[in-house]
């Protein structure tokens, strides 16, 4: 990191304070934050603050050991995830198949909170891999994710699944990637 970089990332640290988990607390993690909102710490610190807040209310450090909908766990598997094989890249890889689940289905057949926990679950091993190649290289890491929609069938009532419950995931998920 520069030092603009360690700048922003004590920053950011100092005004989010408490709301700072161990597991979360990571120079990576909040410069990631600070290079998503162009280096503007306070910008940067206004939507932190509310991811954490998120963070905290869903639990997002504890998610794992919850246990999760075994009709998720069979008809709507995680997705393939690993490194890209460059190390100089320090990229993991995300692979999801979504074109090919039966998701009306599954909306029916679970309640919305067991979707969003899923959803939860599978970014936060995400994220935990991202920290561990972290960790283990001292630079910060990136996502690539691909979505496959292949066999993809639009239907109409699926919209508020987009629009609706799986938003907030959506847009805060969407950190992890800047």
């Known amino acids: 990191m520069d030092e603009a ?21 990571t120079d990576f993690n909040l410069l990631r934050w600070a290079i998503g909102y162009g280096m503007n710490v306070d910008e940067a610190a206004f939507y932190l603050e509310k991811h954490l807040l998120f ?7 504890n ?15 995680i997705g393939l995830i690993g490194e890209t094989g460059i190390s100089e890249d320090n990229t993991l890889l995300v692979v999801e198949c979504a074109g090919r689940i039966d998701l009306e289905g599954i909306m029916k057949a679970v309640q919305s909170t067991d979707f969003m926990l899923h ?5 936060e091993l995400v994220l935990s891999k991202l920290n561990a190649m972290e960790a283990e ?3 910060i890491a990136s996502v690539i994710y691909i979505i496959d929609l292949d066999e993809l069938k639009l239907h109409p009532s699926l919209i508020s699944i987009v629009t609706g419950q799986c938003k907030v995931p959506t847009v805060y998920s969407g950190q992890l990637a800047t």
């Open 5 to 25: 970089q360690k700048e922003a990332v004590a920053s950011l640290r100092m005004k989010m304070g408490d709301l700072l988990t161990p597991k979360y607390d």
């Open 55 to 61: 963070r905290r209310f869903h639990d997002l450090d």
């Open 63 to 77: 998610i794992s050991k919850k246990k999760t909908n075994p009709i998720l766990d069979e008809y709507f598997p």
């Open 119 to 123: 959803r939860l679950t599978f970014q």
């Open 137 to 139: 290289t001292g630079r």
